[in-house]
């Protein structure tokens, strides 16, 4: 999908928040110009293509009581990284997973996943059941739980 | 919060409609009044239990560039570097995390270019390398939360 002028005016004009009005998207189209069915239409077309992957609510975990959130590292044999990083994604408790560059000799690792719970305890449980599950008992991992928060707010567009 | 509050995240992470009334179809659903999903909606925004209400986007299908970087910081320049890294409007966010490689931020940039002379400028600021793990293949990406 190609973006136009008017697409990235509405990118930004939604991307702090849809407005909490009966009509959202005819106010959202009067700010930029658009009647509400134009807004309707490039936003689902914005969905379709996948340039919007999600409308909806994005929680702060944290203050969900989602406090224990862990980072976990795995060093995967080249050759095994697609099908392990497959299984990993189908995991319930992930709810993150990408392959991403190692950094020798500093880092290892080559799969990231995310998994939240409510607390370490239960996340380091969640994680050795999935080592069982999945087979990866032979496979470097690590698991990096996060300390203070500094910062946490969506990407922003012009 | 209540067990409504948590029926509205729960079905709202999932997702919105797209038409001309979207929170009386929503509200219909969830059994409760158009007003009161508004409502609620604004005061769970406003306790900040939502960072947002609207769309997350794909960077790189934007034109964009998003990159996760790390960087190993001595505890005693730490706070310095958190603010100069945190000065930058790209940074996205930023968390410490427990590792020789102590903090983690993502960056999100209007161009991709723009990835690579940022990482330059904040070495430079910081007097630290930043190591750049740009996503290189996607297996998952669901982040919600069940309440």
Redesign the interface.
């Known amino acids: 999908m190609e973006?136009t002028e008017q697409d990235y005016q509405l990118?930004a004009a939604?991307?702090?928040?849809?407005p909490?009005?009966?009509?959202?998207?005819?106010e959202v189209g009067e700010q930029i110009g658009l009647t509400?069915?134009e807004v309707?239409s490039r936003?689902?077309e914005?969905?379709q293509?996948?340039?919007?992957?999600?409308?909806?609510?994005?929680?702060?975990?944290h203050?969900?009581?989602?406090v224990a959130?862990a980072?976990v590292v795995w060093n995967i044999p080249d050759e095994k990284?697609?099908f392990i990083?497959?299984q990993?994604?189908?995991q319930p408790c992930?709810?993150?997973?990408?392959?991403?560059?190692r950094?020798l000799p500093?880092?290892p690792y080559n799969l990231?996943s995310?998994v939240?719970g409510t607390s370490q305890d239960g996340v380091i449980q969640r994680i050795s059941a999935m080592i069982d599950d999945l087979g990866l008992q032979g496979i470097d991992y690590?698991v990096?739980?996060?300390?203070?928060?500094?910062?946490?707010?969506?990407?922003?567009?012009? | 919060m209540d067990a409504i509050d948590r029926n509205i995240i729960n079905s709202l992470q999932g997702g919105f409609p797209i038409c001309d009334s979207p929170y009386r179809v929503v509200a219909e659903q969830l059994g409760i009044e158009e007003a009161d999903l508004l409502q609620r909606l604004e005061r769970m925004l406003e306790l900040k239990q939502l960072s947002r209400f609207g769309p997350m986007y794909h960077a790189e299908r934007l034109g964009g560039g998003l990159s996760l970087c790390a960087m190993k910081l001595p505890e005693a320049d730490f706070e310095r570097v958190v603010e100069q890294v945190n000065a930058h409007p790209e940074v996205a966010h930023n968390y410490a995390r427990e590792h020789q490689l102590n903090m983690w931020f993502v960056l999100a940039t209007e161009t991709p270019e723009r990835i690579e002379s940022l990482l330059i400028e904040i070495e430079e600021e910081t007097g630290y390398h930043v190591y750049n793990m740009p996503k290189q293949e996607e297996f998952y990406v669901g982040l919600k939360f069940d309440l």
């Open positions: 973006l990118v939604i991307q702090g928040g849809l909490l009005v009966e009509h959202p998207y005819a509400e069915s309707i936003i689902d914005m969905k293509s996948g340039i919007i992957k999600r409308l909806g609510v994005i929680v702060r975990h203050e969900l009581g989602y959130n980072m990284l697609d990083g497959r990993l994604g189908l992930i709810t993150l997973c990408y392959e991403r560059p950094r500093e880092w990231f995310m939240h690590q990096l739980f996060s300390g203070r928060r500094f910062k946490q707010r969506g990407a922003r567009y012009q």
